[in-house]
């Protein structure tokens, strides 16, 4: 039996949490979220694939970041929003799990597969979860590499929806390429 020794000695802290999503891993939400809802990336900063991407697509797009003040957990933007996308922070992902059914809006947000398990998150997810999931692993860039993603990851991703996919498991297939977030 092979144990997966990089899953076991990741760091699950928020120390962890800085890990960025390639734009190729934020093109498959393109198809299921309707040009005319209004988006919010509450985790994103400027040079984030999902603002840039959704933008740069016709979609209006409202980010937000705690480095702004804006603190997902005490904020919501005052203009009218139809949709919330992002990759939070995983080792808040029970707390911004809970934020988002009581936001009570439709959601597509990028979580470690394993997150399906857990007594916290099941209590939201008995209210209806759907799950976008792909062929392979999405890569991250990390460790400040704005540049390319990191090739390797040690644990799979989905996005986890409300109320966004026309069916509760939907499973595409991931085409990779590189596009620097920065620069």
Known sequence: MAINIGYLSCDRTSAGDEVYTPYYAVEPLLKY?????????????????????????????????????????????????DVIVSNPPFSKKDKVLKRLYEIDKPFAVLLPMNSLQGQNRYKQFKEGIQLLSFDKRIDYHTNGNFQEYKTGNHFASAYFCKDILPRDLIIEELKKYNRPLLG
């Open 33 to 81: 979220i309707p040009k005319n809802m209004k988006i919010w990336c509450p985790f994103d900063e400027e040079w984030s694939a999902f603002y840039n991407t959704f933008k740069e697509n016709g979609y209006k797009v409202i980010r937000s970041h705690i480095s702004d003040g804006k603190d997902f957990f005490e904020y919501i933007p005052k203009e009218t929003f």
